[in-house]
């Protein structure tokens, strides 16, 4: 059965550092997602990518934040000075067809990043 | 800004019992719902959704309960597994395609 995979599975970064998270939806979905999960808390939506461009996005992802998809395959979240408080589970998400959350979303595995 | 809440951090329930997990919501645009289903180290898992339209939508052992005057909802899995002890989250959304997703309450099936 075709799978989200998130790469790494565990990031340690310095505070003010930058790191991208990476993704691979599903090859035939159209629809891709950023979630986050902070310890103990819910998940939290971070944006939704469609066509190329940022389709919908919450409080939480501001100007440190930035997805893109680089090539046909991976879709990466870069979080550019990052911050103690981004110390979180990321999930990433795909679905496939144009109705956004509609259809059902698949989650990745989750990256843990870890902020020091 | 709890738009989707679950209540009950955890519940214990006997093997072959029913299991009733309940969400409650503020958002009256919320129009549909889902539960996802989350093993430790893995992420959330589709289980079932139900559109507003809807009061119930039945998958196998699992029935989601839609009660759009209360803004509640709830998953019954009958009869419960072992197999399903996890973390379940409850989640909604209105016309966009983001999800609120509640905290999350601990299912655990006692043999």
Not at chain 1, 2 to 30: A, D, F, K, Y
Request: glycine content about 6%; charged content about 20%; hydrophobic content about 30%.
């Amino acid at each position: 059965e075709p799978e989200v995979t998130q790469t790494p599975s565990h990031q340690v970064t310095q505070m003010g550092q930058e790191v991208i998270l990476r993704c691979v939806p599903i090859s035939n979905h159209l629809y891709f997602y950023w979630y986050r999960q902070i310890l103990g808390q819910k998940v939290e939506f971070l944006v939704s990518f469609y066509n190329n461009e940022i389709s919908e996005k919450s409080e939480i992802f501001d100007d440190q934040f930035s997805v893109e998809r680089p090539d046909g395959s991976n879709f990466t979240l870069k979080i550019r000075s990052t911050k103690l408080e981004d110390s979180a589970m990321y999930f990433c998400a795909s679905s496939e067809a144009g109705q956004g959350a509609r259809d059902e979303q698949y989650f990745g595995p989750g990256t843990r990043l870890t902020v020091t | 800004d709890q738009q989707v809440k679950q209540n009950s951090p955890s519940l214990s329930v006997q093997e072959g019992r029913i299991s009733i997990l309940n969400c409650d919501y503020t958002n009256s645009m919320f129009d549909y719902f889902l539960w996802y289903k989350k093993y430790p180290a893995e992420g959330p898992t589709f289980l079932i959704s139900i559109s507003s339209i809807k009061d119930k939508n039945e998958d196998g052992r699992f029935t989601v309960f839609l009660n759009k005057s209360a803004k509640h909802l709830s998953l019954h899995i009958v009869p419960s597994q072992p197999g399903d002890s996890a973390v379940y989250f409850c989640a909604a959304s209105d016309t966009g395609n983001q999800f609120y997703f509640g905290t999350g309450t601990s299912l655990t099936v006692i043999p």
